[in-house]
């Protein structure tokens, strides 16, 4: 048997060595034994004979000497074996975590969200993700939706939470329908307005109003649905991008707001506020998980949308969410 140049089995390994063979190494070299070996991994003992001669062919060395009561290891399959051992505990060890991560208890999921409609709904779908899988690692990105479909092109993001009917995402993106947000004012609890049965825009306008600011998303989404109804924006006397500072305004300072109905069940403070009755009569908007088409999404991004899904579930258990078919909101 010629011996080869450490350089040269360098380059032949990786191309000759057969998995196979490496296993009949590992079980002859545990049971010493061509016999054993052969009826542990289910094979003709010619079999296990033929696999260690090519394995000794590829690595230039005689691995075993034959023994009385079957064989044992040479110098050079003494060295070998703990290297094989280690390929073969490598491979459990990657088994396990591709498991693990298929199973979604292992991993990391980077989401954009923008301030609303995703913050109500997602700390409470994070809480039940990590919960279930404590050993995963979560990044919440704040921008707004272009921004957002921007990070999903480049990869930066896995899924972006976001209303469809602030922006166009594109043939390269899916979007799959979370729940149908309305549009609603929203008041302390403790407002002079909140014991009415019903209101009039009116009787709303002349409040104190916090507002986000006019080159915002949501203002924009506000002064669309006011004016296809032919309502004049209310006066409002503070501009604030911060959901918990306008919401912090509405709950201290008694002031009115917009907000998303999903805010109702989910913000931080919601046993203080209160949906006022009045109803803006337009179709809600689509609030989807947006992803690329080119890219199938993690078990972790899987079970965070379906967390999501079971929460819409549980805060409309008598009215289900229409479901939408495509994405253009």
């Known amino acids: 048997m010629k011996i080869p140049s450490t350089t040269g089995l360098i380059q032949r390994l990786p191309r000759h060595l057969k998995m196979s063979e490496l296993r009949v190494f590992v079980a002859v070299l545990e049971h010493r034994s061509f016999r ?28 075993f000497d034959r023994v009385a009561n079957g064989v044992e290891p040479t110098v050079h399959g003494r060295s070998f074996a703990p290297r094989a051992g280690a390929i073969f505990d490598e491979l459990r060890r990657a088994a396990q975590d591709l498991t693990l991560l298929s199973s979604g208890a292992l991993g990391s999921l980077r989401v954009g969200t923008v301030p609303m409609p995703a913050i109500p709904f997602l700390p409470v779908a994070v809480n039940r993700l990590i919960d279930a899988h404590p050993g995963i690692f979560l990044s919440l990105i704040e921008e707004r939706e272009t921004e957002l479909l921007d990070r999903l092109r480049k990869r930066d993001i896995e899924i972006a939470i976001l209303r469809m009917a602030l922006v166009d995402a594109g043939d390269d993106m899916q979007a799959e329908p979370l729940f149908s947000e309305k549009l609603c004012v929203i008041a302390n609890k403790a407002h002079p307005l909140a014991a009415r049965r019903s209101l009039q825009w009116a009787e709303l306008q002349p409040h104190r109003w916090v507002m986000p600011p006019a080159d915002c998303f949501f203002y924009e989404h506000v002064q669309r649905t006011l004016d296809r109804l032919d309502m004049p924006m209310p006066h409002h006397v503070v501009e604030a991008m911060s959901i918990p ?12 707001s917009f907000g998303m109905r999903s805010q109702i069940n989910f ?12 109803d803006l009569p337009v179709p809600g908007s689509h609030v989807c998980a947006v992803m690329l088409k080119s890219h199938a999404p993690s078990p972790l991004a899987l079970q965070l949308l379906a967390h999501i899904h079971d929460l819409v579930a549980e805060s409309s258990p008598t009215q289900p969410e229409p479901a939408v078919a495509a994405a253009g909101g």
Do not use: C, D, N
């Open 36 to 63: 054993k070996a052969a009826a542990v991994l289910h094979l003709s003992q010619p079999a296990i004979t033929k696999a260690i001669a090519g394995l000794e062919e590829t690595l230039g060395f005689k691995l």
């Open 245 to 256: 500072l306008q919401f912090g305004l509405v709950l201290h300072a008694g002031m009115l």
């Open 267 to 278: 913000a931080p403070g919601k046993e203080f506020l209160v949906r006022l009755p009045f």
